[in-house]
Nanobody
Framework: VQLQASGGGLVQAGDSLRLSCAASGRTFSNYPVGWFRRAAGKDLEFVAFISASEDITDYVDSAVKGRFTISRDNAKNTVYLQMNSLKPEDTAVYFC?????????????????WGQGTQVTVSS
């Protein structure tokens, strides 16, 4: 599976962005997908997860859950991360990743396939 993340940009606090993770290769609909982010000088952080069948979603915390929504369109081989009410602390490079096993995971090491990352910068 090859993944390509897109949709990042420079926005102001309170704005919205929708990130896309487009997949090619194997049957993408079989793979759970996670979004991760890495802020400058910080470790890679789990952001959100969606199962292959879309019946399970998870977010890093309630603050993100109330502003971000993960979804997928398996017909388009794409997973989305809708980010609303963006804050300066959301500034980071965002990565999408897919794993072969169906189980939920927040651990980046459990994900085999990674996109190249897309920069999100939120100014105050």
């Amino acid at each position: 599976v090859q993944l390509q993340a897109s949709g990042g940009g420079l926005v102001q606090a309170g704005d919205s962005l929708r990130l896309s993770c487009a997949a090619s290769g194997r049957t993408f609909s079989n793979y759970p997908v996670g979004w991760f982010r890495r802020a400058a000088g910080k470790d890679l952080e789990f952001v959100a997860f969606i199962s292959a069948s879309e019946d399970i979603t998870d977010y890093v915390d309630s603050a993100v859950k109330g502003r971000f929504t993960i979804s997928r369109d398996n017909a388009k081989n794409t997973v989305y991360l809708q980010m609303n009410s963006l804050k300066p602390e959301d500034t980071a490079v965002y990565f999408c990743a897919a794993r072969r096993r169906t189980a939920f995971s927040r651990n980046a090491g459990d994900y085999r396939y990674w996109g190249q990352g897309t920069q999100v910068t939120v100014s105050s």
